[in-house]
């Protein structure tokens, strides 16, 4: 790849996008993490949230998303994106994932004391994406 002249303006990751099945249990469970997502969003098309930092999460239906493009399905399997959350110490990731466990989200990896040094763990958010939970464990 060719580096960009320091003239030519560079893209900036402003958002992540995803597109869900239900926006209002989608909306249940980010909330469950403490994103600022809007009280009056659980029924709309379209939903966003700016995180600390200024990145934002879009959320869109199904069904908002094959008005612009038709032809598309919703993918099969998964671990091709996922969103990970920091988390203030090792004991707020066990916790974490236990409430969101009890609250009915699935659980996939159990917190552990990964070799990279962080206390990490996995839940699926209601359309199977992989949300992350770490902290370091120092």
Same mark, same amino acid.
């Given at each position: 790849m060719t580096p960009t002249p320091a003239s030519?303006?560079?893209?900036r990751l402003d958002a992540i996008g995803l597109v869900v099945s239900d926006m209002a249990a989608s909306l249940a469970f980010y909330r469950a993490l403490?994103?600022?997502v809007p009280a009056d969003a659980d029924t709309a098309p379209h939903a966003e949230a700016t995180l600390p930092g200024g990145a934002r999460?879009?959320?869109?239906?199904?069904?908002t998303v094959r008005s612009y493009?038709?032809?598309?399905?919703r993918p099969q399997g998964g671990g091709r994106i996922g969103l990970a959350f920091l988390? *203030?110490?090792? *004991?707020?990731?066990? *916790? /974490?994932?236990?409430?969101?466990? /009890? /609250?009915?989200?699935?659980g996939h990896l159990k917190p552990w004391d990964a070799v990279w040094g962080q206390r990490y763990a996995v839940v699926l958010d209601p359309d199977g994406c992989e949300v992350s939970?770490?902290?370091s464990a120092a």
């Open positions: 030519t303006p560079v893209p403490g994103v600022p999460i879009l959320w869109d239906t199904e069904e493009d038709p032809g598309w399905t988390c *203030a110490s090792p *004991a707020e990731v066990d *916790a /974490a994932y236990e409430s969101l466990v /009890a /609250a009915g989200y699935r939970l770490f902290a």
